[in-house]
């Protein structure tokens, strides 16, 4: 049967927090809901906690369940994907929560039939206590053509799946980048607002996110840059907005990566240099992005050998 809303959650090694991400879900659900769980190989305790303290959630089609062999958390995603029932979808991860109201209001939301609806959310620390104020994808609130917003969005390059709910047909020919470990959300739903023609932005704030020191930014490996590389090499050339915020934000994410793993200079290769030192001279990607992509994007070698001197 048809579903109006299917959430996906990978999880991987949740012990701690799955339990409250689930509970924070399963009391808003009704039969036009269906949460996806997809446990990518734990070896902690994460499949005992599921099968025991939502058995019941389980056996009634509300928690469909399933566990797999680790694959990493795009391949959790995309199986997930695969067997969504709902005509939208949403992503919540494992060490997060949701509002009371999410599913009241995202179900309002998709009644109005966008392509993707977009929400709030607010940090929190690993006590659940927020953490500075609510952030959004972009604050022109209400039902708009995507063109009207697309480039707030990428100027914005907050690029975190669960601020948002899809139209599930979206996905059909796009699935998240499997083995990469960083920024695979920016790889897939870059690609997924290229193809969105109505976008809902609601000031309601629908999500705790959880700062996990354990997390991908803050743990680098060296393979994130070589991703995040391929990803930006394998973008057209064309000069729009939108292509050029994005490739700053890739040369932001690799910059930043390589500080923190192999050059403390951040030093990317020259054509990408060159590529983000011109977007500067574009007046409105200079005012419409955040001015650390402006810096760290285009001086970034600079600012890094004066941080090092002063080391």
């Not at 990978?10 to 399963?26: D, F, H, I, K, M």
């Not at 699935?175 to 023609?197: H, L, N, W």
């Not at 994130?224 to 934000?249: G, P």
């Not at 574009?282 to 955040?290: G, H, I, K, N, V």
Request: hydrophobic share 45%.
């Amino acid at each position: 049967m048809e579903k109006k809303l299917s959430i996906i959650i990978p999880v991987y090694n949740g012990e701690r927090y799955v339990a409250s991400c689930l509970t924070s879900l399963l009391g808003q659900l009704s039969d036009q809901h269906e949460v996806i769980l997809i446990n990518d190989g734990s070896s902690d305790a994460t499949h005992d906690i599921i099968t025991c303290q939502f058995a019941t959630h389980i056996e009634r089609g509300a928690l469909v369940y399933q566990s797999v062999s680790n694959g990493g958390v795009s391949a959790a995603r995309n199986l997930g994907l695969n067997s969504a029932r709902g005509r939208y979808v949403s992503f919540v991860d494992a060490d997060d929560s949701v509002s009371p109201d999410y599913m009241a209001t995202l179900d309002a939301a998709i009644e109005r039939t966008p392509d993707i609806v977009e929400f709030g959310y607010r940090s929190v620390d690993d006590a659940g206590q927020p953490i500075g104020g609510a952030r959004h994808v972009h604050r022109r609130f209400g039902m708009h053509a995507a063109d009207a917003v697309r480039d707030y969005v990428f100027a914005a390059g907050l690029w975190y799946p669960w601020v948002r709910a899809f139209r599930r047909e979206l996905f059909t020919d796009i699935r998240f980048p499997v083995g990469v470990r960083f920024c695979e959300d920016v790889m897939a739903i870059s690609q997924i607002y290229k193809k969105a023609t109505s976008i809902l932005t609601l000031p309601a704030v629908l999500y705790d996110y959880r700062v996990n020191p354990g997390g991908a930014t803050l743990n680098v490996k060296p393979d994130y840059v070589e991703n995040l590389l391929a990803f930006y090499r394998q973008l057209d050339s064309n000069s729009s907005f939108a292509n050029k915020a994005l490739k700053i934000t890739l040369a932001y994410a690799m910059r930043s990566c390589l500080v923190k793993s192999t050059d403390r200079l951040g030093r990317l290769p020259a054509d990408i240099e060159a590529d983000v030192r011109r977007f500067i001279f574009s007046p409105r990607l200079f005012f419409m992005m955040r001015s650390r992509f402006i810096i760290f994007g285009t001086l970034g070698p600079f600012i890094f050998t004066i941080k090092a001197w002063l080391r």
